[in-house]
C-alpha cells in the first residue's frame, strides 16, 4: 500500500500560480500511476491530470491544459502538480491519487474509480 499527503495549496490570486506537491509513503512511489482530482463544493470530483508510473505520458483535462503541469520525481517519492495561470474556477480542494501500474492506464486516468489510494486534500482558492 500507499499514502499519500498533498501540500501546497493556500489563497492566490486570479492569475497567480500555485505547486502542489504529493508526498508518498510505503510502498515504491514508482509502482504506481498517479493522478491530481478536485472537488468544487456542491460539484463530483473531477479529473485534472494524470501521469504514468515512468513519467513518460501524461494526461489533462481540457479545462487545465496549457495551463497545469504534471510531473513526478520518483526518487523523491514525490507528484507535483503546477498550476499557473489559475482562474476562479480553479477553486476546490485538490486530491492526489495513486494506483497499480495497469496497461490500462491510458484508457482510465481520468477515472475516479480508477485510483486505489487518496490523500486527505488540499484546498486551493483562488480570488478573482
Known amino acids: 500500500q500507499v499514502q499519500l499527503v498533498e501540500s501546497g495549496g493556500g489563497l492566490v490570486q486570479a492569475g497567480g500560480s500555485l505547486r502542489l506537491s504529493c508526498a508518498a509513503s510505503?510502498?515504491?512511489?514508482?509502482?504506481?500511476?498517479v493522478g491530481w482530482f478536485r472537488q468544487a463544493p456542491g460539484k463530483e470530483r473531477e479529473f485534472v491530470a494524470g501521469?504514468?508510473?515512468?513519467?513518460?505520458?501524461?494526461y489533462y483535462a481540457d479545462s487545465v491544459k496549457g495551463r497545469f503541469t504534471i510531473s513526478r520525481d520518483n526518487d523523491k517519492n514525490t507528484g507535483y502538480l503546477q498550476m499557473n495561470s489559475l482562474k476562479a474556477e480553479d477553486t476546490a480542494v485538490y486530491y492526489c491519487a495513486a494506483r497499480d501500474r495497469v496497461r490500462s492506464y491510458s484508457l482510465t486516468y481520468y477515472l475516479t474509480s480508477a485510483y486505489n489510494y487518496w490523500g486527505q486534500g488540499t484546498q486551493v482558492t483562488v480570488s478573482s
Open positions: 510505503g510502498r515504491t512511489f514508482s509502482s504506481y500511476h
Open positions: 501521469i504514468r508510473w515512468s513519467g513518460d505520458s501524461t
